[in-house]
């Protein structure tokens, strides 16, 4: 029998890659093949044709999962005895793309979202759910603080935050960890201000309140971050690997910055004063 979800607002807004990432993965060359993402879909009740989701946006999307899947991966090659934290989960299935039995993993998003997720997701003694908003601290202050190494990861998550919002949960997971890496996706101010409009947005009345152009402003929020990386969707290694008219139009794309910044990744580290 079928689960059916009700979500609203910000919430319902994870089944965009969710939906996105399942059907990607019946293609003849997908970008990233998701099979949780299948099983979720095709057990959970709710009109995903509603959701309008246009090819170029599943392409990007997609191809978001699948760089910070590959940059998790390598990070996690080199780093023993790290554990990732994985904000504004949804019901993605991350921890089993990257299939690292070592790796302590903490998936957080909304209960809503968690009480659906642990249905196909269930816990183990590595993998781990915490039901909370990223903006109620609390959750901070019960998370484990032992690891060397942590990656903090936010996959669709901070545009939709206030910028003293990310300034906050930036600030309390330094105070907590003491050191971090920090990867997430970012549209400059001039996207995030137009993407509103997008359809899908539309149909869940999110609202997307944060963008970033210059990359190093983060470094100037707090002491001893670092800016390490910007990887932006218009010119990386996933790109090879799709038709030459996809690669032929992220190459012009890439050469204005007002395209090229539109929406990125950026990595930092967040090093113990």
């Known amino acids: 029998m079928k689960n059916k979800v009700l979500l609203s607002k910000e919430m319902e807004t994870l089944l965009i890659p969710l939906y996105g990432k399942a059907m990607a993965s019946t293609k003849k060359r ?22 309008k989701i246009p090819a170029k946006t599943n392409t990007m999307m997609c191809m978001r999962a699948k760089l910070l899947d590959d940059f998790t991966m390598k990070f996690l090659e080199k780093k023993m005895d790290c554990a990732v934290f994985h904000l504004g989960c949804g019901l993605d299935g991350r921890y089993y793309r990257v299939n690292n039995p070592k790796v302590n993993w903490y998936d957080l998003d909304f209960p809503e979202v968690i009480s659906i997720k642990e249905k196909f997701c269930p816990e183990t003694n590595k993998y781990h759910l915490i039901a909370s908003s990223v903006t109620n601290w609390k959750w901070i202050e019960e998370i484990p603080a032992h690891h060397p190494h942590n990656l903090v990861i936010a996959e669709g998550l901070l545009m939709y935050l ?112």
Request: aromatic share 14%.
């Open 162 to 273: 206030r910028e003293e919002e990310i300034k906050t949960v930036l600030l309390l997971l330094k105070e907590k960890l003491g050191s971090y890496t920090l990867i997430f996706d970012a549209f400059n101010t001039f996207t995030a201000r137009k993407v509103n409009n997008h359809p899908s947005i539309k149909k869940t009345k999110a609202t997307i309140h944060w963008g970033i152009d210059d990359a190093s402003e983060i470094t100037r929020w707090m002491p001893y971050v670092t800016f390490v990386d910007e990887r932006f969707f218009t010119s990386n290694e996933v790109i090879q690997k799709m038709g030459w008219e996809i690669r032929w139009m992220y190459q012009l794309a890439h050469l204005f910055p007002l395209a090229r910044n539109a929406q990125r990744i950026l990595i930092y580290n967040i090093e113990k004063q």
């Open 30 to 51: 997908p970008i990233l093949i998701d099979y949780k993402a299948r099983e979720i879909v095709e057990n959970i009740e709710y009109d995903f044709g509603a959701l």
